[in-house]
């Protein structure tokens, strides 16, 4: 609720730039360390997550996260694997248990590869969706508002109701009452999360329609749905950029949330929060069964925060006069 | 001003009739009926069954159900399917338990957020300042139930004392220092981590406000008539830089009864939380739509305070 209301407060961004714009963004995007810290972290997460879906699927993967070997069951990180009780298919390929084993002695650091791939595309699906449905939604708004204001506050009575229900406590009630996928969560997180990239959008339209390339496109005799996803949508990106990379964050934690919730993507399939959850009977004993899920859930999320606040940062050239 | 709020409840009305029903149709659309909970229980009869739907009005169409249960909630005689409890009762009952984590995380939101935020800005830039920056992200990143396991090995290992549940099991006659003592134990680690999430994101909010009104041309005026630093930053830029906080005291209200699911469930807190996903796991449709509800008029509750306090905070807002 507060994070909202403090979105929504932060000064406009303006796309009037007296820097040229591709050249003073990448300038401005390296003088701001917590940013390019946050976008290194997350194109290295990127890349983990790429190759851990490629290395723990398939028949035969070569990290192989469902192997379970009871006789190595809570194995600390680190620790050489006995190599007298497994047969050859059962030893872990970089030949230690980089973060040790679970209560069933499968590899955490396999299942970690694997839930990487499931945050990222929860994170990037979920926020593809809801920024979809709310550039559309607030660019009619937006653009439609004056001259049929009842499409506009359709639109934003909408958003109001929307904005009424307690957003984890929805997504976990549908979540639940749906059968449990991956593709379920996605979609239920998207639909949820949409209200505030709607206003965003339809702020940004209502000062960019008054704007001379809009009536000059009008005057051409351009038509309204071109215009709008044409000329203004790209002219509208910014602030939607932002709240999408911080969105990413947000649907990244709760998709944790529900996991360690059992919600989650269903099991054998590994997840974070789910490797977490499963982790929480032994904190005393197997404490790394709760630190390698939780600090890879916390850098990803951060790297996410770091980047859209620099991102929202140097967008934002009231902001960047004062420092 | 009357007529702003007028026109507001009628608003606000009109959104919460539109609430409930949405919330209505998600919950009886999705697939998988609240008699098919439990299959497999050999006393599950589908003459139970059938009993089961006539006595909740299962077998009626879908509007019909809507009015019979927007009816039952607005006369307060809503009854849970689990053990046919009146809703209201089990959620006041709950709601007594989930109070003092709520005013507990509220009173360290407020109190803590504002030296952070004030300091942050008067020293942007600054060593202080950055690494304030850099822990409210850090704050804001983790996940609660991450930062719940961190904490409890740390007090556990550290303090030696049990921190799951309202109190230790089986303390009863203990002598009322240690009672007192457990009780906060108890209370102190939910409250800190409900709490987090709020002082990191409204220190970062404090210092933009501070840092907005203090590049504003009065102050920067105060500063040149000779006016001491500690009365430009407290009485010129924090009185006016306090005007949007007065309107979060009403957006707290959801709050209330949102109680966290999750740190609910680590700690075994009897709580409001914890008391919706027990009804999610067992379908309990009143349950859940009366939370929903009732979350829903305080979301609306708070925003119409928020908007009267401003207007009485604010004389340039009042039209």
């Known amino acids: ?323 | 001003m009357l007529s702003f709020i007028g026109r507001s409840v009628i608003q606000k009305t009109i959104t919460l009739f539109f609430v409930s029903i949405v919330s209505f149709l998600i919950i009886h659309l999705a697939p998988g009926a609240p008699s098919q909970v439990d299959p497999l229980n050999p006393k599950f009869t589908p003459q139970m069954v059938e009993r089961f739907r006539k006595e909740f009005h299962l077998d009626e169409p879908l509007y019909i159900q809507y009015t019979y249960f927007y009816r039952d909630l607005l006369t307060g005689k809503t009854v849970s399917w689990k053990d046919n409890q009146s809703v209201l009762g089990k959620i006041w009952e709950r709601f007594l338990n989930s109070l003092p984590l709520f005013i507990v995380g509220t009173i360290l939101t407020w109190t803590l957020s504002f030296p952070v935020g004030i300091r942050s800005a008067i020293f942007r830039g600054g060593l202080y300042d950055r690494n304030a920056t850099f822990f409210s992200y850090l704050l804001i990143s983790i996940p609660g139930f991450f930062f719940a396991y961190i904490l409890i090995i740390l007090v556990v290992t550290q303090f030696h004392v049990p921190v799951i549940g309202l109190k230790t099991f089986g303390i009863g006659d203990a002598a009322w220092p240690r009672l007192v003592m457990d009780r906060v134990w108890h209370l102190l680690l939910p409250s800190v981590l409900g709490a987090t999430g709020g002082i990191a994101i409204l220190s970062r909010y404090v210092r933009s406000q501070m840092l907005e009104v203090e590049g504003q041309d009065y102050v920067r005026t105060a500063r040149a008539k000779g006016v001491p630093e500690e009365q430009v930053h407290y009485k010129h830029a924090l009185r006016n830089a306090l005007l949007p906080f007065v309107t979060m005291f009403g957006l707290i209200l959801p709050g209330l009864i949102g109680g966290s699911v999750i740190i609910e469930s680590i700690f075994s807190w009897p709580g409001m939380g914890r008391m919706a996903f027990e009804a999610i796991l067992a379908r309990d449709y009143p349950i859940i739509l009366t939370v929903n509800f009732v979350s829903a008029v305080l979301v609306l509750a708070g925003t119409f305070v928020s908007d009267l306090l401003y207007m009485v905070v604010d004389p340039r807002i009042r039209l």
């Open chain 1, 1 to 323: 609720m507060m994070r909202d209301a403090a979105d929504t407060v932060s000064p406009g961004f303006q796309v009037d730039d007296p820097v040229a714009p591709q050249q003073g963004f990448g300038q401005l995007l390296k003088q701001n360390r917590l940013a390019m810290i946050g976008l290194a972290i997350f194109v290295v997460f990127f890349c983990i997550a790429l190759l851990g879906l490629g290395l723990t699927s398939g028949r035969n993967p070569t990290f192989d996260p469902a192997v379970v070997r009871l006789q190595e069951k809570l194995r600390p990180p680190l620790s050489k694997p006995n190599l007298e009780t497994l047969s050859t298919e059962e030893v872990p390929r970089l030949g230690v248990y980089l973060f040790g084993t679970d209560d069933l002695g499968r590899d955490v650091f396999a299942r970690m590869l694997q839930g990487a791939w499931v945050s990222l595309t929860v994170g990037f699906v979920a926020v593809g969706i809801s920024v979809f449905i709310g550039i559309f939604m607030g660019g009619i708004a937006g653009y439609f508002g004056q001259s049929h204001t009842s499409i506009d506050t359709l639109i934003m009575r909408f958003v109001d109701i929307m904005l009424c229900f307690p957003s984890f406590f929805l997504i976990l009630t549908v979540v639940a009452l749906l059968p449990a996928s991956m593709y379920n969560i996605m979609i239920v997180i998207g639909l949820t999360s949409w209200m505030g990239t709607t206003r965003f959008v339809r702020a940004e339209f209502l000062s960019l329609r008054e704007q001379d390339f809009v009536t000059a496109a009008r005057a051409l005799g351009v038509s309204n749905f071109r215009i709008i996803f044409r000329h203004m949508i790209p002219n509208a990106m910014a602030p939607v950029l932002v709240s999408a990379t911080i969105g990413i964050a947000t649907a990244i934690l709760t998709e944790a949330g529900l996991s360690f919730l059992g919600f989650g993507v269903p099991p054998p399939h590994a997840t974070w929060g789910g490797i977490l959850s499963d982790g929480k009977r032994f904190i005393f004993d197997a404490p790394w069964l709760t630190f390698a899920p939780g600090f890879a859930i916390l850098i990803v999320v951060l790297s996410f925060n770091l980047f859209g606040e620099g991102l929202r940062d140097i967008l934002n050239p009231k902001l960047r006069e004062r420092y």
